[in-house]
DNA sequence: TTGAAAGCGCTAACAT
DNA sequence: ATGTTAGCGCTTTCAA
């Protein structure tokens, strides 16, 4: 960007003084408010010619009908509130996107707040989000500081926590074991022979998931009687570049790996290509993988191995539980969905030496 | 994903039966609920007494207060609707990004609602939108049904149409043009000497902001005596595979193409890695260039040229103009800023034969 | 099938 | 510094 030219221009507008009311409507249509009402919101019964008369008045004079006062009258707000860390890991915008596809269907619409992975952030956000009073919660993680917890079970709507299910949860829960995720790619790398295993990502405090990831994975090589050879942390978000970076520096400290798990695709494929560049045999002389099932990252020429989180999976099913927990009468149980992730091997974890 | 285990539990809560009132905090704390109200806005004299007292009920309870009710009666909500296409394009993340910024220091909070791209769904968010009465709407593009525009303009609240500033707006643009954008990429490709350029996009009814730089591309190149050679549109989302697909595609019908434009830096990193693994001379034997600036891509070995659209400098900005418009007194005139490109020119384009 | 009255929970405006 | 009153624009409930 260099210079911004900034014109102001002239011409007046801003027409409305005053939004239109029903009461409006009621007028020009010469049909009692509450007629009008009723017709707007297909309830009860209105003939055929009353709700013609009142539908075209409110086309004619741009009706948008008052939610805010909607809602207040009738204590029921069809907003669905999201709370995720971020919106730079394309991680979110798909579970989002799973929300959006089963919601889409439905009166209920979603509303999202980013807490950028501040647990004060987070209370704060969802402080905003509840005194809107909406009709369900779906926040990422289980990990929330005690105020949070309190707030949400104190708000006596569902809640469903999602992404994670390593832990105690408030209300319903989707997602998948991240120390399992972690536990099974470890033992799938020890299996194939990998023995010099160093592993790669985010600072810990940050985020739950990548620690319990990481946490899953060292135990899981204990088991077999493996440590991890060499770490390395970074802090701030994930990129290609980082990746790069992060590898040649993990390798230089430590040049006998012969596996590296990354924290995410992102950073991995940000290795992989940095490997691949140094014309380094992959995975002949050094096995890779990542996590996520990142399908964004698919066209490099050598497919990084993966686990797929099911971000859409999870987002809708988040979604479906809102929805089945609104339904008044229905069972209404708390629900535990525990998705289960699948290796993807790709091209660079096979066994050793094949 | 495989099966997924779904196990009910059984505990039983859902404690809260009603949620507290302002009536609740008046009568823990004894004071009348207009102090009430007052202390918990941080409005008006309250001495300190009294303030402790209100502030400790209102916590002691796990008071939330209800916005509905506080939007209807003082006829303000501090929501700012914020209207894109899709969440799954990075683009549109980094803009929300940039609004966030900017709002997070203030009473504002943006909610979001997506298009698909649809007109027809932008007339429904929009309304759902408006239904709210939020404080402002930030809305992608400047292309919008006649409805949509109708509902923007009678709304009477602040509109800033973003990343696109080809045409009129309704009443504060902020975003970049499109048209000259491909102009003067085109202009330099010309410039350094490529005469047989293909071009690569989206299927154009989709997406008015690749068509109007696609439309500036092949007009700055008619002006040179130059006319695209060949081109390739697709659907759906950009992704790298689709970059190498594509990339492929147009080679074999046009083998002797000396330059690839592409509409967007994902797909043209798609097809840069594509030619590096056909290895192929890039830009010795075919130049390439994006659009976006994409910094996700910034650790491919060989940096794709792109032109950076300014996505948080825009949010940001339209961020502003809302809040300016919502400070009565204030000059409050229709804003109209254009966001200036530079070619950013990395490695895949360069004069041609140096 | 339609209408009238009474709030929803809060705040603006006006007392005191 | 604090309290009282009267709505905000709609829907619920009850009556016609």
């Given at each position: 960007m260099s210079d911004d030219k900034v014109i102001p221009l002239t011409k007046d507008s801003r027409t409305q003084a005053r939004p239109l009311t029903l009461k409006d409507v009621s007028l020009a249509s010469g049909v009692s408010e509450m007629t009008v009402s009723r017709v707007l919101r297909n309830r009860g019964d209105v003939s055929d010619a009353t709700r013609e008369k009142v539908l075209r008045a409110a086309k004619e004079l741009g009706?948008?009908?008052?939610?805010?006062?909607?809602?207040?009258?009738?204590?029921?707000?069809?907003?669905?509130?999201?709370?995720?860390?971020?919106?730079?890991?394309?991680?979110?915008?798909?579970?989002?996107?799973?929300?959006?596809?089963?919601?889409?269907?439905?009166?209920?619409?979603?509303?999202?707040?980013?807490?950028?992975?501040?647990?004060?952030?987070?209370?704060?956000?969802?402080?905003?989000?509840?005194?809107?009073?909406?009709?369900?919660?779906?926040?990422?993680g289980i990990e929330h500081s005690d105020a949070s917890r309190a707030m949400l079970a104190a708000s006596?709507?569902?809640?469903?926590?999602?992404?994670?299910?390593?832990?105690?949860?408030?209300?319903?829960?989707?997602?998948?074991?991240?120390?399992?995720?972690?536990?099974?790619?470890?033992?799938?790398?020890?299996?194939?022979?990998?023995?010099?295993?160093?592993?790669?990502?985010?600072?810990?405090?940050?985020?739950?998931?990548?620690?319990?990831?990481?946490?899953?994975?060292?135990?899981?090589?204990?088991?077999?009687?493996?440590?991890?050879?060499?770490?390395?942390?970074?802090?701030?978000?994930?990129?290609?570049?980082?990746?790069?970076?992060?590898?040649e520096c993990i390798l230089t400290r430590c040049p006998d790996l012969d596996f590296i798990y990354y924290s995410n695709d992102m950073i991995g494929a940000g290795g992989l290509l940095y490997l691949l560049d140094k014309g380094?045999?992959?995975?002949?002389q050094i096995g890779l993988a990542g996590f996520n099932g990142s399908e964004l990252l698919d066209g490099i020429s050598v497919k990084l191995a993966t686990m797929d989180a099911g971000r859409r999976e999870t987002g809708r099913k988040a979604a479906e539980i809102v929805l089945e927990r609104n339904e008044e009468g229905n069972g209404a149980e708390h629900r535990r969905v525990e998705l289960t992730p699948q290796i993807q091997f790709g091209d660079t974890l096979r066994r050793k030496g094949h």
């Amino acid at each position: 960007m260099s210079d911004d030219k900034v014109i102001p221009l002239t011409k007046d507008s801003r027409t409305q003084a005053r939004p239109l009311t029903l009461k409006d409507v009621s007028l020009a249509s010469g049909v009692s408010e509450m007629t009008v009402s009723r017709v707007l919101r297909n309830r009860g019964d209105v003939s055929d010619a009353t709700r013609e008369k009142v539908l075209r008045a409110a086309k004619e004079l741009g009706y948008v009908p008052n939610r805010i006062a909607g809602a207040l009258a009738s204590n029921q707000v069809n907003l669905v509130a999201v709370i995720i860390p971020s919106l730079s890991n394309m991680v979110f915008p798909e579970v989002l996107t799973g929300i959006s596809e089963v919601l889409d269907e439905t009166p209920l619409q979603s509303v999202v707040g980013v807490t950028n992975y501040l647990p004060e952030k987070e209370e704060q956000v969802l402080f905003q989000m509840l005194s809107w009073r909406p009709s369900g919660v779906i926040i990422a993680g289980i990990e929330h500081s005690d105020a949070s917890r309190a707030m949400l079970a104190a708000s006596g709507i569902p809640v469903v926590e999602i992404m994670d299910t390593d832990g105690e949860c408030i209300d319903s829960v989707v997602g998948i074991s991240h120390r399992r995720a972690g536990r099974e790619m470890a033992a799938q790398i020890a299996r194939y022979g990998y023995r010099r295993i160093g592993f790669l990502g985010t600072k810990m405090p940050m985020d739950h998931r990548a620690r319990k990831r990481f946490e899953g994975f060292t135990e899981a090589l204990a088991k077999e009687g493996i440590e991890v050879a060499a770490q390395e942390f970074y802090d701030g978000g994930s990129s290609l570049a980082k990746g790069r970076e992060l590898t040649e520096c993990i390798l230089t400290r430590c040049p006998d790996l012969d596996f590296i798990y990354y924290s995410n695709d992102m950073i991995g494929a940000g290795g992989l290509l940095y490997l691949l560049d140094k014309g380094i045999d992959v995975p002949g002389q050094i096995g890779l993988a990542g996590f996520n099932g990142s399908e964004l990252l698919d066209g490099i020429s050598v497919k990084l191995a993966t686990m797929d989180a099911g971000r859409r999976e999870t987002g809708r099913k988040a979604a479906e539980i809102v929805l089945e927990r609104n339904e008044e009468g229905n069972g209404a149980e708390h629900r535990r969905v525990e998705l289960t992730p699948q290796i993807q091997f790709g091209d660079t974890l096979r066994r050793k030496g094949h």
